[in-house]
């Protein structure tokens, strides 16, 4: 019998939502002996990789409002892994920098990252995986978000 009306559960959206908990639920406890979030490592990443200079572009690359970056800068300020300073040309204009400590913890960090995507990935073959990255490529497309440039390319 054919279903009347739509259900959540044939909806890919309440999937890659419940995926994407899980995920950042598994991550954030192998975060918490640091003393930080998924979030808080992705804004430290896109930094980490020279991606973001400024609050504005950490938000840009995070798909963050720029209120919770701020937050966010507030809490990796006050535990030094992170420095704001106002340009001398514009003081409306903020940079932000890694501290060294950040910068070594970053390489720490994105070694327990690697390790725990790897994990979710473990059931799915190469051929597999990177259909699943093409897919998920096209559906961000479609929605509106080309990120096909910043989806680094894996064999």
Do not use: C
């Not at 804004?43 to 980490?48: K, R």
């Not at 994990?119 to 190469?126: A, D, I, K, R």
Request: proline residues 1%; aromatic residues 8%.
């Amino acid at each position: 019998m054919a279903d009347k009306e739509f259900h959540v559960h044939n909806s890919f959206a309440f999937w890659i939502s419940r995926l994407a908990q899980r995920m950042q639920e598994q991550f954030n406890r192998s975060l918490k002996e640091h003393g930080l979030t998924w979030q808080q490592w992705a804004l430290l990443n896109v930094m980490f990789h020279g991606l973001a200079k400024t609050p504005a572009q950490v938000a840009d690359h995070l798909g963050a409002d720029r209120s919770t970056v701020t937050r966010m800068l507030d809490r990796l300020e006050k535990q030094s892994l992170v420095l704001r300073e106002h340009d001398g040309l514009d003081r409306r204009v903020v940079k932000i920098f890694l501290t060294k400590d950040a910068e070594s913890l970053v390489k720490i960090l994105n070694k327990i990252a690697e390790k725990h995507q790897a994990e979710f990935l473990s059931e799915l073959p190469s051929t597999e995986y990177r259909g699943l990255r093409g897919s998920l490529v096209k559906m961000l497309r479609a929605g509106g978000l080309d990120v096909s440039s910043l989806w680094r390319q894996v064999s």
